[in-house]
């Protein structure tokens, strides 16, 4: 597992470039391109399991929904931050991305620390120190576990019709 760690501030124009908008629509489009202006080196060393360390604000700007789909993609496993911008924060959600705000597990990390993220009991460690952030709800880690919440609602009907 690789963590990539960024400041503050970090848009959906800088995780995945504005200029694909309309030219990039399937997740295997979309994967190349994230991350190119900030981190040229992403796309092509992410790998499925690995985490995000951010600051504050993190997924700012426009709507679009290409730069959780394309995270989603290359199988980053959580974006553990200080904050998260609302927008962001919901399409993350509706792709079953794991988002986790924990300030304190984020000013403790130093290059090259182990981390690990218990999401349904709401601890990470860091550097062998333990740090809590309010346990997700059910339904949350549901639509993750069910890989979206287009997966998680289909399942639901079928379960419900029996």
């Known amino acids: 597992m ?9 848009n959906t124009d800088m995780l995945f470039p504005g200029k694909y908008t309309y030219t990039a629509a399937t997740a295997d489009e979309i994967k190349p391109h994230l991350l190119e202006d900030l981190d040229p080196e992403f796309a092509g060393k992410v790998q499925a399991g690995d985490l995000i360390l951010a600051g504050k604000n993190f997924g700012c700007g ?10 989603k993609a290359v199988g980053i496993q959580a974006i ?54 309010p346990k997700l709800p059910p339904e949350i880690l549901a639509i993750r576990d069910a890989g979206g919440l287009l997966p998680y609602t289909i399942n639901a009907l079928k379960a419900e019709r029996g």
């Open 80 to 133: 553990v931050a200080k904050g998260f911008a609302r927008i962001f924060y919901r399409a993350a959600i509706n792709q079953g991305l794991l988002l986790v705000e924990c300030p304190e597990a984020i000013d403790a990390y130093k290059d090259g620390d182990p981390i690990s993220l218990d999401a349904v009991s709401g601890m990470i460690k860091v550097g062998g120190k333990e740090y809590s952030f």
């Open 2 to 10: 690789r963590i990539w760690k960024y400041d503050d501030d970090v």
């Open 62 to 71: 426009s709507s679009r929904e290409q730069p959780v789909v394309g995270l």
